[in-house]
């Protein structure tokens, strides 16, 4: 896949969060223009001085049409760890990637999506479909991505820097958070990036500096395949409700045609 357009304008979606903030300033450390789509913008003022900021609700697709517009890339750091509704994942986790898709229209900006080590699992404790559901929608958009499943932040010791990407779902391990925002900025900026889904861990050693050779190790998603290239086939689409399908046919339609 060639170079995608130049990048500059970088909205930040889940901006004021643990991870959303320390992903603005790897923005900004990169020389891009990060905006922060936030849903109380006197709070966000106090927890991201400085930083361009707009309005919006991942449950209101109307805002997101003005937020997303003129973005040349996404950062989707977004969680509904704080939200208390039984079905908050389905909400945020979920529906606000669908939201953006959809209020996307034509438009074709680069992807950065962070899900979780543990998006195919399902024998770990909490584990839930939502966060890969929410990548399929991606991947069925045609939009040109990279999936970053993180392990658990605040589980690497300072020594382990050497950053792990495994692909098929069976990785597990720490990860600090910096290397994570660092991954997901990277990824914008990396042709070899293009289409692919991955672990991220790290283990003993130091941090790697060729980010295109890193990356390239990586085997790239088949175009349009809702799942990563080596995911395991336990959930099947056929068995999932029919709004879920109906979403990603929706996602997939023509007019995001790459
Ligand atoms: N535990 C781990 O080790 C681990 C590993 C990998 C990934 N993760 C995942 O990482 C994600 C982010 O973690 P975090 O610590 O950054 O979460 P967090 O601090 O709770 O931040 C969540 C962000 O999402 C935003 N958000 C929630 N609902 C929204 C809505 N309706 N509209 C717009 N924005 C909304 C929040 O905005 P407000 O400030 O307005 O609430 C906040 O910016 C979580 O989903 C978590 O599952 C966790």
């Given at each position: 896949?060639?170079?995608?357009q ?19 300033q ?21 927890l ?94 045609g ?17 382990q820097?050497r ?32 289409g692919?889904?991955?672990?991220l ?8 500096n ?33 709004a ?8 997939g ?6």
């Amino acid at each position: 896949m060639s170079q995608q357009q130049n990048i500059t304008d970088v909205l930040m979606v889940g901006a004021t969060g643990s991870f959303g903030r320390i992903a603005v300033q790897a923005a900004q450390h990169h020389g891009l223009r990060p905006r922060a789509l936030v849903r109380d913008i006197r709070r966000a003022e106090k927890l991201l001085p400085g930083v361009e900021l707009v309005h919006g609700d991942l449950e209101d697709p109307a805002s997101l049409r003005r937020a997303l517009h003129g973005a040349d890339a996404l950062v989707l750091t977004h969680g509904s760890g704080s939200d208390s509704r039984p079905d908050a994942r389905a909400h945020i986790d979920y529906g606000g990637v669908r939201n953006i898709l959809l209020a996307l229209g034509d438009a074709r900006p680069r992807v950065a999506l962070m899900t979780s080590v543990c998006a195919t699992r399902h024998d770990v404790p909490g584990a839930n479909p939502w966060k890969r559901r929410s990548e399929r929608l991606l991947r069925a958009s045609g939009l040109p991505y990279t999936i970053v499943r993180p392990g658990w932040f605040d589980h690497a010791d300072p020594t382990q820097r050497r950053l792990v990407l495994d692909q098929g779902g069976t990785a597990d391990g720490g990860i600090a958070r910096d290397q994570i925002t660092e991954t997901l900025v990277r990824s914008l900026l990396t042709d070899s990036a293009l289409g692919k889904t991955f672990e991220l861990t790290a283990t003993d050693g130091e941090e790697q500096n060729d980010w295109s050779v890193l990356l390239s190790a990586l085997k790239a998603d088949a175009p349009r395949s809702v799942d990563g290239i080596l995911d395991p086939a336990n959930l099947p689409v056929t068995a999932e409700p029919q709004a879920l399908r109906a979403d990603l046919d929706a996602a997939g339609s023509p007019r995001k045609a790459g």
